[in-house]
């Protein structure tokens, strides 16, 4: 025990305690943990500070409310919980809603098509299920994860996002400007393994490139690129997202999977903005309470999924997404979702059956 008077009085007790105890209850005494944050705060008060050692929990959270020692996921979730009968994660529809019809991706129709299940299987032994990830058809019956009849759950989870994902999406692109992607650029920004760079080269589009901050991606996508016989039109190159400068821009800048792993968002968009021509395509997690904010993460489930250059994440809501957007210089936002495959029974629980995971369309 100390004094902030560098010296105990007899019969004095210390203003703060060192040492963190267990989670205080409402309006229970806290705890300064660091013995040097103890010390300075003694001072402080010494120098004619006043300091409240008050908890006041909301009632939102009150069980994970420690700002350090739990995971942020924990805290996020028992505030999520609560809020509900708050109402606070209603599904909001704020700009129009274009709804894709369920077709098969281009990349589907082509494997069905070629039905090269050798040469299928010789690209999943250069580069086994395992690594992959994520689901693209290679032929009748077999994929990126291997075989569709021998996924595990979670493979199979995969197997249908990614299809949605993919149809509903460069569907929806094609649609909006006419059907098919003839004589278009587009840019795929954090391409990972360059499906949606490979879909829109096989929906016509004449130069396609994507770029990854990871090595062993653009690896991947180069060797999925030569298997789809797309090499001649998409270029892959190993670049960071605030860091690329090319000296051209694209009619169709896509910006999938990556707000939600970064902590840059507005400059993000306005690079996006700067790139595209057209239109920009924005697909990401996104958090229902309806004001225009970030939920702080760290992607503390999957620290091998995405490369960042700190250890968080800033999380858009659904309006902040749309406001980001507006604020970086786009003219109008409408927004996509697609018709799921109604074999896919899990799909009313999942990110985009929730409305958590969402897409937008930017135009300039």
Known sequence: MWSPFGKNKPGAKPVVASGVGPAPATDAPLAIGLPQASEAVNKAVAGGCQLDL????????????????????????????????????????????LTVP???????????????E????????????????????LAPGLGTLGAVGSLTVPQATSRWR???????????????????????????????????AIEAALRGAQEVDGF??????????????????????????VADVYEFQPQRTYDIVLNLGLMYHITKPYELVRATHALC?????????????????FILGTGEHAPEHAATATGCELHPTYRALIELAY??????????QGEPDPAWAGFKTDPYGVGQRRCIVAFK
């Open 118 to 137: 050798a040469a299928a299987r010789a690209l999943l032994r250069e580069v086994p299920p395992n690594e992959w990830g994520y689901f693209m058809p």
């Open 327 to 336: 604020l970086a210089g786009f003219k109008e936002v409408i927004e996509l």
């Open 277 to 293: 021509k057209h239109m920009a395509v924005f697909d990401t997690v996104v958090h229902r309470e309806p004001f225009s904010g």
């Open 212 to 237: 990854d901050i990871r090595t062993q991606n653009i690896e991947r996508a180069r060797r999925l690129s030569g298997y789809f016989g797309t090499e001649a039109n998409t270029r892959f190159s």
């Open 54 to 97: 008050t908890a006041r929990v909301s009632p939102l959270v009150r069980v994970n409310h420690l700002m350090r020692g739990s995971k942020l996921s924990a805290r996020y979730g028992e505030f999520l919980q609560n809020s509900k009968p708050a109402q606070m994660q209603v599904v909001e529809q704020l700009v129009p809603l």
């Open 162 to 196: 990614s299809l949605y994902r993919l149809n509903f999406i460069m569907d929806g692109v094609s649609q909006l400007v006419g059907g098919r992607l003839d004589g278009l650029s587009l840019l795929d920004i954090a391409c990972n393994w360059g499906a949606f």
């Open 102 to 116: 369920r077709r098969p991706s281009a990349a589907e129709r082509w494997a069905e098509q070629q039905g090269n």
